[in-house]
């Protein structure tokens, strides 16, 4: 980079923004974007591809609707009020993480609105495909608090690299303990997947980390300035790797506890472990190209469910439930904050 580049670089860095970037496609990527990017046919081709998918889940299944009904009007209420409250806990640990990343690369801010960011994003990411709430968290920051966005979206990189190692961890520890030498094959299938794509991430760590800037010399200055802030963003963020890992555990275990009151207001035996098991591989399952893993998440619970012991037309209704608090909860409650909150307009 040039004396002058770098010279407007830090100058820019110091101010939080970033140096003007034109898109391929033209739009201007602002935050009230997001809701005109809902009306695309990309969006609804995703949602018709998850449908599809949960139509298929349901006719495998075998689903007898008067046993459905029969096992929701058994429900024991606390248990699932105990799973929602679980649920809930997974917001401020998330929050309280993002915030220590921002800090790391020295911007402090108050958890309670990076929180509410969090869940905005969530919401996104639970209606429109490409995992574009994301991005939309560092927009929102940018245009609140007027931070870098390219350095901000490097935080947002790291909280990605922290979930996938700690799920795939969580899913071979947990896996060797609740199956014990009883492997099944998809599950081998899972691992190797997930194993692969951390070395890809690692390693792609490693190579941008070692040569990024590098690679980036033959590029304009102001993408060099981008990728800098960037990659500064992403490599500050692990200065504490315990802390980062204790609130990623701690995010995590938020979950496994609302999928072990979800199981358990059924009457369903099932242990914490299991539950923390099911919830490593139903979450990698969030990778399909659908809002919010649409289908393909419902599609793991028969699939992991029935290892345990649980027939696959109660594992559907035990996914129901949860997806009732994880997926629908936040559609249902995240479109009034979207659409009504500052924040989100």
Not at 16 to 21: L, R
Not at 189 to 205: H, N, Y
Not at 269 to 281: D, Q, R, Y
Request: some cysteine; proline content about 6%; hydrophobic content about 50%.
């Amino acid at each position: 980079m040039t004396a002058p580049a770098a010279t407007a670089a830090l100058a820019r860095d110091r101010a939080g923004t970033d140096p003007p970037v034109e898109h391929a496609d033209g739009a201007d990527p602002t935050p009230e974007n997001v809701g005109r990017r809902f009306f695309t046919w990309r969006t609804g081709a995703s949602f018709l591809f998850g449908v599809a998918i949960l139509a298929w889940v349901v006719r495998s299944s075998a689903l007898d609707p008067a046993d459905v009904i029969e096992k929701l009007r058994a429900i024991d209420l606390r248990w699932y009020a105990l799973a929602v409250g679980s649920y809930l806990t997974t917001f401020p640990f998330r929050g309280l993480r993002w915030q220590r990343l921002l800090a790391h690369n020295g911007t402090r801010l108050p958890v309670r609105p990076l929180t509410e960011v969090i869940f905005l994003s969530w919401f996104v990411n639970s209606v429109m495909p490409g995992k574009v709430g994301d991005v939309y968290r560092a927009y929102l920051l940018k245009r609140e608090f007027g931070l870098s966005i390219s350095r901000t979206v490097g935080t947002v990189l790291a909280e990605r690299v922290a979930d996938i190692v700690m799920l795939v961890s969580v899913l071979g520890i947990s896996g060797a303990i609740v199956l014990g030498d009883h492997v099944d094959p998809r599950i081998t299938r899972i691992l190797e997947f997930g194993w692969a794509g951390v070395v890809l991430m690692l390693g792609g760590l490693w190579v941008m980390h070692r040569y990024g800037s590098v690679i980036v010399r033959v590029l304009p200055a102001r993408i060099q300035e981008t990728y800098h802030r960037f990659a500064g963003g992403t490599f500050a963020s692990f200065r504490n790797p315990h802390v980062l890992a204790l609130l990623t555990a701690l995010a995590w275990a938020s979950e496994a506890g609302r999928l072990y009151c979800v199981v358990r207001s059924l009457g369903v035996a099932i242990t914490p472990v299991e539950s923390l098991f099911t919830v490593a591989a139903i979450s990698l399952a969030l990778i399909i190209p659908t809002p919010g893993g649409l289908g393909g998440v419902e599609a793991a619970f028969i699939g992991v469910m029935p290892l345990f012991g649980v027939p696959p037309s109660v594992a559907i209704v035990v996914a129901f439930l949860d997806r009732l608090i994880s997926y629908y909860g936040i559609i249902a409650t995240g479109l009034p904050a979207f659409v009504l909150s500052r924040r989100g307009r």
